[in-house]
Structures are given as C-alpha cells and as structure tokens.
Nanobody, 135 residues
Framework: QLQLVESGGGLVQPGGSLRLSCAAS????????IGWFRQAPGKEREGVSC????????YYAESVKGRFTISRDNAKNTVYLQMNSLNPEKPAIYYC????????????????????????????WGKGTLLTVSS
C-alpha cells in the first residue's frame, strides 16, 4: 500500500521543540519533493516548509523561518520537520505531501499552492498528526 504516515505530534509548551516525521511506505521518497503543511480548525491548509526532490532547494514560510528545519533521511525513507521555539497557537494538524520529481525551482510554488483545490496537485498525502502548543 502506497502511503505517507506522519508522527511526532503532541502537546508541547510554548518555547519548546518537537520533531515531526513523515515516513513513506510502498514507494521511495528519493524522487519526490516533500512538503509539510498545517491546518487549524476553520482555516485553509497552508504550506510550512517544502524540500525539492534533489534536496537542492528548501522553502520556509515566513512565520517559521529560523525556527523550523526540514530534512530528509533517504535510508529511512523519511522526511523530518524539526520545530524549535514553538509559539502558542491553536491546535493544528500537520500533514506531509509528496510531489514526484519536484524541481528546485518549483519548491516555493509547492508550498504556497500545493494544498489548494483539495490538494490534487500532490501525488500523496498523509493523514496528519496533531500539534498543540499550549501551557
């Protein structure tokens, strides 16, 4: 079965850190661009960080620059999102999505528009993991 599975969410205090994982099964992430997106209740899904297929290009939303880091471990077929200095926010579900053969020049577009129109531009979506930042 071809799928993405997110994990690592939970409850963390403001200022804390957490690492999310996006693991693929049934296919290799090596040739896929990967994006992390989040969706709070009543809001649109938005791109947080994206990485190209070659790892040659990375995009971060302005709100997370300097605090979040996206990385890939091909041996584990997993992409991570390290989140530091977390700000208080409403609970949000973090999703990862995969887009095949994503070129370096298309990374920003993937993050900005990848979730639009039901996310049909992406090849795969995970079911998400819930993050709550609260004291």
């Amino acid at each position: 079965q071809l799928q993405l599975v997110e994990s690592g969410g939970g409850l963390v205090q403001p200022g804390g850190s957490l690492r999310l994982s996006c693991a693929a099964s049934g296919f290799s992430l090596n040739n896929y661009g990967i994006g992390w997106f989040r969706q709070a209740p009543g809001k649109e899904r938005e791109g947080v960080s994206c990485i190209s297929s070659s790892d040659g290009s990375i995009y971060y939303a302005e709100s997370v620059k300097g605090r979040f880091t996206i990385s890939r471990d091909n041996a584990k077929n997993t992409v991570y999102l390290q989140m530091n200095s977390l700000n208080p926010e409403k609970p949000a579900i973090y999703y990862c999505g995969a887009d095949g053969d994503l070129e370096d020049t298309a990374v920003q577009d993937m993050c900005v528009h990848g979730a639009a129109a039901g996310g049909h531009a992406m090849d795969y979506w995970g079911k998400g993991t819930l993050l709550t930042v609260s004291s």
